[in-house]
């Protein structure tokens, strides 16, 4: 009997020891070699990829094809699981590996069209982006074919294959972040709502930093389009919230003459955007008539923020055009409809819809069909609502619907040497607009901005919301404005700050406006939070620490007050602020919002900069109606009761939320882990460029408490002496054809 119990014992562990381990192997992934060689079975001659102590690729090949085919191997074995959900993303099918939960994504992505835009766009662009776009799409469905058992985990515990790749996937993808990278479709649809409720004297009371309302005069929809618009905009966030794209971070960027440094050499940097912090590679690339480095995001093959031998570059999306002029890309058109909603009316003539179905399928679920209707402006984005007596189809026409070669721009950047030819490659990058730092080896420092405007027929009819082409100054579509090419100053610095809200006394402490030479740690670590600077002058000018009697408030007070608007720090006035900044959007705008619409707040709220700018701009008046809450009647508030109100029910809130110890309020122990990440660069062109890397970062700790990383980097790109590269002990690996 124990010699059966023992056999029995053996065979269950060696049963537990085979399930283990094919479990194991099951899922195991496959890695890139530390050294040696591997093999492409579609490259023509070998190729040699170096990674440096930092991780950073430097790709060498004999021709450009050989580079992207590696390239795109390269960024499949490191990249392949977030490259696969951009994708499908962009491709509208999240919801057949992710189940119904992101139909109304896929519904969205499937409407704009970005996949059938790419589609469309495919044959026009350059022959020789199309020739690079297909090389490293080949990598990636190389690299996909190879490790098909033994690609990452997260495609096994879904159990579904990543895609494979074709060249109108990187232009879906890249369509797909130029309308991620812009606030407009919020902003219309928030201060839509607000003008049908409230109409346009009430909304410039309100918001005085805008001015460029419709006339008084306008169709009233009387609310019925809210419920199809709410849903168009909770697609929407749905689709940025996946991506982790917030707009609000799109914040800081410099570029610096020599003579503002310590060492004495120019270089141009920026903060990354959020959704960048992980998702990003630095490379090189060299092959004959290709020498370039610097950042690219996987699944669009071009460095967009780097070098060639000769000039540099950093490309700002359009959230930061606030230096200019705010963009204006976008407007929703309103067509009368036909009863059976076939045709649509334009111009007083009747034009039948094009009328596309998609097929969208869905995991466990039966496949659903869409049907997509489009006028000559734009694709139907709501159905059909009965307004009235009249049927309205509502399209959205954006610039992105126009086709633009937008990567060849990149192309010719790779090979610009002088501010003219820089010039020449920007002009090509109309989506998104954008600006592009400039800096060339003889440190001279420039931006080439670009502002690319709709034209729309006056006869069209738009719904009523804000828009360029109500601006008093507004004469005509601008296509491009070229500027600041050496300015005295010595520098050029971008914020999200509309330029006329910050040219007064308010700033605090900004090290760009001093005279004295900057390093290059000062200018990675002097991350200071602009609204801070200008908000809380003036909330210690209307309210000081007698008008409070609570200790705990007094002292939340003091560390405010000492704070020096610094974010890299993550002091607990950081998160002060923060708080009091939403306490203070409460205490102006919930009441009339919840009046108009329950969604309408937490929408206002993502446009953080018409919320902090308005907010500004109304205490710094002194006294509006926007201050009472009508809820309630026979009380007036006044500019000091709002802010004092909203300063203790931050602090009150802080403390029960959190702690009455004000020393835990400090942000790693409230925000969310990927409101804190922050990864900034700074490029210096020297014959052998430097980039200067600072991250801020929380990890989970052993105590399962929140840990925070502050990393320094400093690599030296170095191209041109690929021996330099390996005496620091680099990885070499060599990609042989098959």
């Known amino acids: 009997m124990n010699r059966n119990l023992r056999h029995f014992a053996i065979l269950i562990i060696v049963l537990i020891v085979s399930i283990i381990g094919g479990i194991v192997i099951y899922f195991q992934e496959a890695r890139l070699p530390q050294s040696g060689t591997l093999t492409h079975p579609q490259t023509s001659q070998p190729a040699e990829v170096i990674i440096d102590k930092d991780g950073y690729f430097h790709l060498y090949a004999h021709n450009s094809n050989d580079l992207y085919k ?98 109108e996937d990187c232009l879906a993808i890249q369509r797909l972040l130029a309308w991620s990278l812009s606030d407009q479709l919020i902003k219309k649809i928030v201060f839509y709502k607000l003008l049908e409720i409230y109409g346009p004297e009430k909304i410039l009371e309100g918001f005085p930093a805008v001015d460029n309302l419709p006339p008084g005069s306008f169709p009233v929809h009387n609310t019925q389009l809210f419920t199809d618009l709410n849903h168009l905009v909770d697609s929407h966030l749905q689709l940025l919230d996946l991506l982790k794209i917030t707009v609000d971070n799109l914040e800081n960027s410099w570029v610096l003459s020599a003579g503002r440094t310590i060492d004495n050499i120019s270089a141009l940097g920026g903060e990354l955007p959020g959704f960048l912090n992980d998702y990003h590679d630095i490379v090189e690339l060299t092959a004959p008539g290709i020498s370039v480095s610097g950042l690219t995001i996987p699944g669009i093959p071009f460095v967009l923020f780097g070098c060639n031998s000769t000039v540099a570059w950093n490309l700002i999306p359009e959230g930061n055009l606030r230096s200019i002029r705010p963009v204006d890309n976008l407007e929703f058109i309103l067509n009368p409809a036909s009863e059976n909603s076939n045709q649509y009316r334009f111009k007083n003539q009747w034009s039948d819809f094009i009328i596309r179905q998609e ?266 109606s926007w201050f009472d809450d009508i809820r309630t009647s026979g009380i007036v508030e006044r500019r000091k009761t709002v802010v004092l109100s909203a300063f203790t029910e931050t602090v009150d809130f802080l403390a029960e939320q959190y702690s009455p110890n004000i020393s835990q309020w400090a942000p790693e122990n409230i925000l969310p882990q990927d409101q804190i990440d922050r990864t900034s660069f700074l490029l210096a062109l020297t014959p052998y460029p430097l980039i200067y890397e600072s991250s801020v970062r929380l990890h989970r700790s052993r105590r399962l408490g929140r840990e925070r990383i502050i990393a320094h980097r400093k690599s030296r790109l170095q191209s041109y002496n690929r021996y330099a590269l390996i005496q620091e002990a680099a990885r070499i690996i060599t990609v042989l054809p098959e």
């Open 70 to 167: 590696t390239l795109g191997y390269m960024h499949a074995a490191r990249y392949l699981v977030k490259m696969d959900l951009f994708l499908r993303a962009a491709n509208g099918t999240l919801s057949e590996v992710f189940g119904a939960e992101y139909v109304d994504i896929d519904v969205l992505s499937r409407t704009i069209g970005f996949s059938s835009l790419a589609s469309d766009f495919i044959n026009r662009i350059d022959p020789l982006v199309f020739q690079i776009l297909s090389a490293y799409c080949n990598g990636i469905n190389t690299y996909i074919d190879r490790h098909t058992y033994h690609l990452p985990r997260d495609f096994k515990i879904r159990r579904y294959s990543p895609s494979h790749w074709k060249p």
């Open 359 to 624: 097929r969208i399928a869905i995991r466990n679920k039966t496949d659903t069909t869409i049907t997509v209707r489009e006028t000559m402006l734009g694709p139907v984005v709501c159905p059909m609502t009965e307004n009235r007596h009249n049927q309205y189809a509502i399209s959205v026409q954006w610039k992105g619907f126009q086709f633009s070669d937008d990567l060849k721009s990149y192309l010719q950047l790779y090979s610009a040497n002088n501010w003219e030819t820089f010039k020449e490659a920007v002009r090509l990058h109309v989506i998104p607009a954008a600006e592009v730092d400039y800096l060339d080896i003889n440190g001279n420092i420039g931006t080439a901005q670009y502002v690319s405007d709709l034209e729309i027929d006056k006869s069209t009819e738009r719904l009523p919301t804000l828009s360029r082409l109500f601006e008093p100054d507004y004469i005509a579509p601008i296509h491009y404005l070229f500027r600041n090419l050496n300015p005295q100053t010595g520098y050029i610095r971008h914020h999200r700050m509309f330029s006329k809200f910050v040219q007064d006394s308010m700033i605090c402490n900004d090290i760009f406006d001093s005279d004295s030479r900057l390093s290059f740690q000062d200018i990675l670590d002097h991350n200071t939070d602009r609204q801070a600077e200008l908000l809380l002058p003036l909330v210690f000018e209307i309210i000081s620490i007698n008008d409070l009697s609570n200790p705990i408030h007094r002292r939340a007070f003091e560390i405010l007050s000492q704070w020096n608007c610094r974010t890299r720090d993550l002091s607990p006035a950081l998160s002060i602020f923060n708080t009091l900044l939403n306490k203070l959007c409460e205490q102006i705008f919930k009441d009339e919002m919840d009046l108009t619409d329950p969604q309408l707040y937490s929408q206002f709220k993502r446009l953080r900069d018409e919320s902090f700018l308005n907010i500004l701009q109304l205490l710094r008046q002194g006294e509006s």
